[in-house]
């Protein structure tokens, strides 16, 4: 089993910047790809993005360039830079290890 668990989440204005961060604990040698999805209730949930053992990464296309992924390996934690951020990127954040495991979910809400 792979815990994962968000921090960074809050309030920010539209324009604003906010990071987060996801901590992987446990069986976390065989995880090959972490990331982050995001849900607004009433929608499906979305592919923030994504980052892989190797580096590579992949963003939704709502986020390019203005969101960016990083990774450290050793640690086993992703982060999350959030800039320019907009009312329709509030959202629960969750973070995700593989296809199977998840965080609980950290709220951002960015205010216009």
């Known amino acids: 089993q792979v815990q994962l668990v968000e921090s960074g989440g809050g309030l920010v204005q539209s324009g604003g910047s906010l990071r987060l961060s996801c901590a992987a604990s446990?069986?976390?040698?065989?995880?090959?790809?972490m990331g982050w999805h995001r849900r607004v209730p009433g929608k499906e949930r979305e592919v923030v993005a994504l980052i892989s053992n190797f580096g590579v990464t992949t963003y939704g296309d709502s986020v390019m360039g203005r969101f960016t992924i990083s990774r450290d390996t050793a640690k086993n934690t992703i982060d999350l830079q959030m800039n320019n951020l907009k009312p329709e990127d509030t959202a629960v954040y969750y973070c995700y290890a593989n296809s199977n495991f998840w965080g609980h979910g950290i709220q951002v809400t960015v205010s216009s």
């Open positions: 446990g069986k976390t040698s065989g995880i090959v790809v």
